[in-house]
């Protein structure tokens, strides 16, 4: 028996080798110019991130983002804007991960699920401090080479080519509204 009457093939092909996620809670500590009075409203804009492979099991994602934080001062006699770089780092667990890979070429794809966003903004008790509570959730994607295994048909596939007989009979072709597009619009 020869290699090509194997009732099994083994391919080589790309595929996710390894899956995570992840849903992160943070408080960050923003320090206005000013001994906040009250919270008007706080946003995060501008996440950035990139995403590695660290370790055999483990994805590293490092990115940033902005907390704007519209609060007022002075016994709510004035307002003021305050902007704040937050970066982080956080590390995910791949739940998911092939065994047979063939070897460390692979990419890393970082998907997010729920951007940076913030849960509460109050001021701090004890500080001239503003305590920002955001959320976070992440989805990654290890795409790697590796083997699956296929069972071949003895007999090969040969196609048909009536298969792709897509002729209109006259019948068929008399039917056919040249303006569909005009009496969708109308109706």
Known sequence: MSF???EYREII?????????????????ITPSHRPS???GCWVINHLYNARKKGEDTVE???????????SYNDNTKTE?????????????????????????????AKVI????????????????ILVEVEREFLVEVIGETKVCVKV??????????D?????????????????LATEEEE
């Open 164 to 180: 792709w007989d897509f002729e209109l009979s006259d019948e068929e072709f008399k039917d056919i509204n040249p303006d569909f």
């Open 153 to 162: 048909d003895p007999h090969g596939y040969v196609a048909d080519d009536d």
């Open 4 to 6: 090509l009457d194997q």
């Open 114 to 129: 729920q951007q940076p966003n913030c849960l509460e903004c109050k001021i701090a008790s004890h500080d001239h401090k």
């Open 61 to 71: 994602i490092n990115g940033s983002y902005d907390v704007n934080i519209w609060y």
């Open 81 to 109: 804007v305050v902007t704040e770089r937050v970066t982080y780092c956080d590390l995910i667990k791949l739940s998911v991960k092939d065994d047979q890979t063939l070897n460390d070429d692979y990419e890393v794809f």
């Open 38 to 40: 009250s919270i008007l």
């Open 13 to 29: 092909t790309k595929a996710v080798i390894g899956k995570g996620r992840k849903f992160i809670q943070d408080t960050n500590t």
